[in-house]
């Protein structure tokens, strides 16, 4: 059923019929008012999961019930709950006095009215927590973690993007959360390469998301992180970066399996140099990085001082492994250099293809693709003046002939 469609009248019925419920989604179910929302706890006991993202009725009164009437709620998402604030976290975790819902481990208050106080009260409250997502809130005008959440939490996945976290919550961040796997800090103007030293510190990082931050510099700053931290690194987002050099990448991080450069700027293709014994070869960044799979260079600007095809020739050549590719707003990107790439690729593995907003790209190139890609299921087109609607059906016919369902995507 369509989530718009969702009433309180139906969801009454759900509450009354299915008492021992344990887990329920409503997101973006916009019908639904306050009251019903309010019916979803003492009706269902039972929950450990609820979704109430996109319901703007969602309310503090709603997650207060929550807290009294769902002792068992292990996850708790109401991302783009305007009206969620630190009163509403007060009320679900409760205090020492009276505590409330005291097993969560996963809690998504992104865009909500969440301030420093609502995540200090969050960390005091929930040692259990493993994830926690506050992107785009934090609205006071410093952030700090109180010294009152010193003890070491289990906290392995966090999102602090767009806030206004500075160095020194990170370096507390850190101490308090020394299993941390992966932290999200795109976007925090506040943040500067101080908290690079504090981050080398967690061990057990997987994932850095550190886009669009303009204190931070590919060099000396993430070159010199990346020397002591990147061969852990699986993920690595630093898209809006200028001055990427990908040897530095594939010297660093060998085990990246998630590549995300969108719109970095004056961006050198370069190859790796390795020595074995009396040989010398040159990789390429794929080679470099054997797991990679994902690798977005969405909108990426190169440098001039060599042709693009040049870049990319120390990028994607034998990149067995790559799963999804964007090469999306990609300037000068044309015929030669994709089927260039097709042919010095082994794409058995590629599932998702995006060249939207490539204009010089015809359809031959990608009919080639189809072809060889026999795993391909998602290609995005849109915005490819010399593809028109006729080719992307032809592609379509193409892909059901070789016995694959492909999406295209064409405007």
């Not at 009206?83 to 208050?109: I, Q």
């Not at 952030?143 to 289990?154: H, P, V």
């Not at 961040?173 to 999200?184: K, Q, V």
């Not at 399996?257 to 009396?278: P, W």
Request: net charge neutral.
């Amino acid at each position: 059923m369509c989530s718009s469609l969702v009433s309180d009248q139906i969801l009454a019925a759900v509450g009354c019929r299915c008492k021992k419920l344990t887990q329920l989604s409503l997101k973006n179910c916009s019908r639904l008012t306050t009251k019903a929302l309010k019916e979803i706890p003492i009706n269902l006991l039972c929950l450990q999961l609820i979704n109430l993202s996109g319901c703007l009725a969602c309310t503090d009164d709603v997650l207060n019930l929550l807290g009294t009437s769902c002792p068992e709620l292990r996850v708790l998402r109401v991302e783009s709950c305007s009206m969620v604030t630190d009163a509403g976290v007060d009320g679900l975790c409760g205090d020492d006095n009276n505590p409330k819902c005291r097993k969560l481990r996963e809690v998504n208050l992104t865009s909500t009215g969440i301030t420093s106080y609502g995540m200090q009260k969050m960390l005091n409250s929930q040692l259990e927590l493993q994830k926690l997502s506050l992107a785009l809130t934090i609205s006071s005008e410093t952030f700090e973690l109180s010294s009152g959440s010193r003890s070491l939490l289990k906290l392995s996945s966090v999102d602090l993007s767009y806030t206004s976290i500075t160095d020194t919550s990170i370096k507390s961040l850190c101490e308090i959360c020394p299993m941390l796997c992966e932290l999200s800090v795109n976007c925090c103007t506040s943040v500067t390469a101080v908290s690079l030293q504090y981050i080398a510190s967690l061990k057990h990082l997987r994932a850095l998301s550190i886009a669009d931050n303009t204190t931070i510099k590919f060099h000396p700053h993430i070159a010199q992180f990346l020397a002591k931290s990147g061969d852990s690194l699986k993920a690595l987002n630093i898209s809006g970066m200028e001055n990427v050099d990908t040897e530095v990448l594939g010297v660093c991080c060998k085990s990246l399996k998630c590549l995300i450069m969108a719109d970095c700027r004056e961006v050198t293709g370069s190859f790796i140099h390795v020595s074995t014994g009396q040989e010398s070869k040159s990789l390429s960044l794929s080679q470099a990085c054997p797991k990679l799979n994902i690798l977005n260079l969405h909108s990426c600007l190169f440098t001039q001082h060599k042709s693009l095809s040049e870049h990319l020739a120390a990028i994607l050549p034998n990149s067995a492994e790559l799963q999804e590719l964007d090469f999306s707003g990609i300037e000068k990107l044309s015929d030669e250099i994709v089927l260039l790439f097709i042919q010095s690729s082994n794409l058995s593995n590629l599932r998702s293809m995006n060249i939207s907003r490539c204009c010089e790209i015809s359809v031959a190139p990608i009919e080639l693709l189809v072809e060889v890609c026999k795993s391909l299921t998602q290609l995005n087109l849109s915005h490819c003046r010399n593809i028109s609607l006729r080719d992307a059906e032809s592609l379509r016919k193409l892909s059901r002939d070789h016995g694959v369902r492909l999406n295209i995507t064409w405007v």
